[in-house]
């Protein structure tokens, strides 16, 4: 990750501050269907955002809110920077001058000028759902770095993430934030919606889909398999380095340079199984319910393993 973050820690503290102003009726808005947080997004950068211009060599992360992007995208970031070590190029891609928020939906509308200064490679992260993205991603098949998590530590994370971070509107009961979670009625959408959408990519040529899961079983092969995915080509020695500054209580450690006091709410647990805690017999059925209709039979659900994560 970034050395100097100076630029995101001052928006993330800004969305704090801002959020603690806010009415809860005020904290989100709507933008074609999905509901996001005004502290973080607005109608004017979407609109701005259609018209963002991919570059080829563009790497992006796409991972729904809590999937696990924050730490994927230090493992991204840092085979980068690691990759372009030798290059004259390599101080540019840490310079905090052209640092910008890492998510593309989040920001100004004036971002994507300014991100036209950024130095290949670009390495963006994105929560929105594909068809919600600039079509030149697309049209000019730019590496995606496909993000997932099962559903039911993803919905438990982001229960507590949102409980701790006065920049999201906050839920009294988990049964309340369960039933929103279900229903699609949480910042970015629905979570089965976003893998449903992003399963009819899922033999894009350009998209390399992961888990997180898999990542937590064994990080040293899936950051081998994501650096043959990027044709980059580090040593065992780099891939190691890699891995060691990637770990929960390095980032943890490091949080106060890289987040500020927001590492404080990001950093919780980063495991599996929490949901365990939360879910009722009653939530089990309904999330099994709604992951055998709409995921079960597609490569994105297979690859999630429910049976092996999300049974009791």
């Known amino acids: 990750m970034s050395k100097h973050r100076k630029k995101f820690i001052t928006l993330i503290n800004k969305a704090t501050t801002d959020g603690e102003k806010l009415a809860p009726e005020e904290m989100t808005f709507s933008y074609d269907g999905i509901i996001y947080p005004t502290t973080l997004c607005s109608p004017e950068t979407f609109k701005a955002l259609e018209s963002f211009e991919a570059r080829e060599d563009d790497v992006f992360l796409a991972g729904y809110c809590k999937s696990g992007t924050n730490w994927v995208g230090q493992i991204l970031n840092d085979l980068v920077l690691t990759s372009a070590k030798n290059t004259e190029d390599s101080d540019s891609l840490d310079d905090e001058e052209l640092e910008e928020f890492p998510y593309i939906e989040v920001g100004d509308a004036e971002k994507y000028q300014r991100m036209k200064r950024l130095p290949s490679r670009r390495v963006i992260f994105t929560h929105l759902r594909p068809e919600k993205l600039p079509a030149s991603i697309f049209s000019k098949k730019v590496k995606i770095l496909l993000l997932l998590r099962n559903p039911k530590d993803v919905a438990t994370s982001f229960y507590h993430f949102c409980n701790n971070w006065n920049a999201y509107p906050s839920f009294k009961t988990w049964d309340d934030y369960f039933t929103a979670f279900m229903n699609g009625q949480m910042l970015w959408g629905s979570y089965i919606d976003y893998i449903f959408e992003w399963n009819k990519h899922a033999d894009d040529e350009n998209i390399m889909a992961i888990t997180y899961e898999e990542l937590k079983e064994n990080k040293v092969q899936v950051v081998k398999q994501i650096s043959e995915f990027l044709e980059l080509h580090p040593t065992d020695e780099e891939i190691q380095g890699v891995v060691d500054r ?29 949901w365990k805690y939360l879910f009722s017999e009653e939530h089990n059925r309904e999330m099994d319910a709604a992951f055998e209709e709409r995921l079960s039979e597609t490569k994105l659900g297979r690859k999630l393993k429910y049976g092996v994560y999300c049974k009791a």
């Open 246 to 274: 990637s770990s929960f209580q390095a980032m943890k450690a490091n949080a106060d340079n890289t987040h500020g006091e927001f590492g404080n709410v990001l950093f919780r647990k980063g495991g599996v199984s929490d």
